[in-house]
């Protein structure tokens, strides 16, 4: 019922920029948040930004002052600004949709494929 389709995920150079791309289509009623999470080989996947239906944000400290969230209402459509990227921030980046779809009360999680990102020189 449910698909997120992410982009912009590659290969960039330690102080480059990226920006990731994440849009939710389907059997959707509403969306309460849209968010996106990272997970390096051999660690555990952990919050990247959130973006509430009402615009709140928030950012894990890692990425402070680097990354910005932002969404596209009518498009069903979360954006992450990633600006001086450093190496550690190489992983995989998952989207993720907390929403309710048409004929269900009930709020759930959706995920993306995820997509790699790769900071390197």
């Known amino acids: 019922q449910v698909h997120l389709v992410e982009s912009g995920g590659g290969l960039v150079q330690p102080g480059g920029s990226l920006r990731l791309s994440c849009a939710a289509s389907?059997?959707?009623?509403?969306?309460?948040?849209m968010g996106w999470y990272r997970q390096a080989p051999g660690k555990q996947r952990q919050l990247v930004a959130i973006?509430?239906?009402?615009?709140?944000?928030n950012y894990a400290d890692s990425i402070k002052d680097r990354f910005t969230i932002s969404r596209d209402n009518a498009k069903n459509t979360v954006y992450l600004q990633m600006n001086s990227l450093k190496p550690k921030d190489t992983g995989v980046y998952y989207c993720?949709?907390?929403?309710?779809?048409?004929?269900?009360?009930?709020?759930?999680?959706?995920w993306g494929q995820g997509t790699q990102v790769t900071v390197s020189s």
């Open positions: 389907g059997s959707i009623f509403s969306i309460d948040a």
């Open positions: 973006i509430t239906s009402g615009g709140s944000t």
């Open positions: 993720n949709a907390r929403l309710r779809t048409t004929g269900w009360n009930s709020v759930y999680d959706y």
